[in-house]
């Protein structure tokens, strides 16, 4: 099969060296070393993405839009087959094949404030550079990906129909999902009140979803853009403050190493902020910390949901797995909601040096 893909985009099957690349959950993914160069190959997991083509759409239209309005971004879109098609299909399967960009590289896991602060500012830049393109010019390649009020329903559903067995074992990570609905509820109200913006957001702000600079550290670009849609501003910041801030992932069973680094919040908030402070509204500036309360909450319901419906979605390993899981996240969005008085005092004083560091810039 791979020997058709590679013939396709016009490479020789016997003259490239061919290797696993990445830990992605989702897709499955090859690096590609040939005469020509060097290049990332994807199989699409048509099981969670059921119209590949439409992230082929998505990609090229925010292609042509950059080369037009700011070509000198570093814009990593697929290649284009022989025969001028963004992705390959052969029997139901879809792969696309990408560059390998030279003198890049990715992390798992954020292990210094600086990987948090390139990431952000980033993410922060993909968005603000996009912000004259029609989001609703896009296909959505998830439909309610991270739509809080479906996952509440779904958890309320679980409930009423879910294990009896599983409800008793799950007793208290139901207790905390209750006590933590507000945060539900007040996405609800964001929405009556239309007060966050529909922009092209990236929905997947995983560490390993940016290239750094070898050299430097430095980031380069965001990849990994099947998720790119319409969504807001809260999808992108809080899945970055649930993926960065703690040391652990959500695979973590032991629940004391889980915690929140101050250092790692304020690189996220500088470097979304240097690139998004004049596209956010005061009113969505002031939803910056919710944003994290938002996407931890919302992957806690998730696991547990899934928990109480007898692992319908989330691969697990054994019966307690996604229990687990969202104890793991509540016990994050626990530690990360005792630290939002903290979080803002940082947000204050860092906002207080800018200004007194503009003043002077603007004096001298």
């Avoid at 992230?55 to 971004?73: G, M």
């Avoid at 964001?190 to 560490?207: A, F, G, M, P, Y």
């Avoid at 501003?233 to 069973?253: A, K, Q």
């Amino acid at each position: 099969m791979i020997e058709k893909v590679l013939k396709a985009y016009g490479l020789e099957y016997l003259e490239c060296e061919i290797e696993p690349f990445g830990n992605g959950l989702i897709n499955q993914t090859w690096k590609v070393s040939a005469k020509s160069g060097k290049y990332i190959l994807q199989k699409v997991n048509t099981n969670v993405f059921h119209s590949p083509q439409d992230i082929a759409n998505n990609t090229l239209k925010i292609k042509k839009y950059l080369d037009r309005v700011s070509p000198q971004y570093l814009f990593i879109a697929p290649a284009t087959t022989t025969t001028g098609l963004g992705v390959f299909e052969n029997n139901e399967a879809f792969y696309r094949l990408f560059p390998f960009v030279a003198d890049s590289f990715t992390v798992d896991a954020v292990t210094e404030a600086n990987q948090a602060y390139h990431a952000a500012k980033q993410f922060g830049k993909f968005t603000r550079i996009l912000e004259a393109f029609n989001p609703h010019d896009l296909k959505v390649t998830i439909p309610d990906f991270h739509n809080l009020s479906l996952r509440a329903e779904q958890f309320t559903l679980a409930l009423e129909n879910g294990s009896q067995e599983r409800l008793k074992i799950a007793k208290w990570a139901i207790s905390q999902i209750e006590t933590f609905s507000w945060i539900a509820d007040q996405f609800k109200e964001l929405l009556q009140e239309n007060s966050l913006k529909t922009r092209v957001t990236h929905h997947d702000t995983k560490i390993n979803n940016v290239l750094l600079h070898v050299g430097s550290g430095r980031g380069l670009s965001v990849i990994d853009l099947d998720t790119v849609m319409p969504g807001y501003f809260i999808s992108d910041v809080g899945d970055m403050m649930r993926t960065y801030l703690s040391p652990v992932n959500e695979e973590e069973t032991s629940l004391d190493k889980i915690m929140v680094r101050n250092d790692v919040f304020l690189a996220i908030y500088k470097g979304y902020m240097e690139e998004m402070r004049r596209s956010l509204t005061i009113r969505e500036q002031e939803l910056f910390i919710y944003s994290g309360q938002f996407m931890i909450y919302m992957q806690a319901l998730r696991f547990l949901t899934d928990y109480l419906n007898n692992d319908i979605y989330y691969p697990v390993s054994h019966a307690e797995h996604n229990l687990m899981r969202a104890k793991n996240q509540i016990t994050l969005l626990i530690a990360y909601t005792k630290s939002e008085e903290y979080f803002k005092q940082i947000i204050k004083e860092y906002e207080a040096d800018l200004e007194i560091s503009s003043s002077k810039i603007i004096s001298n």
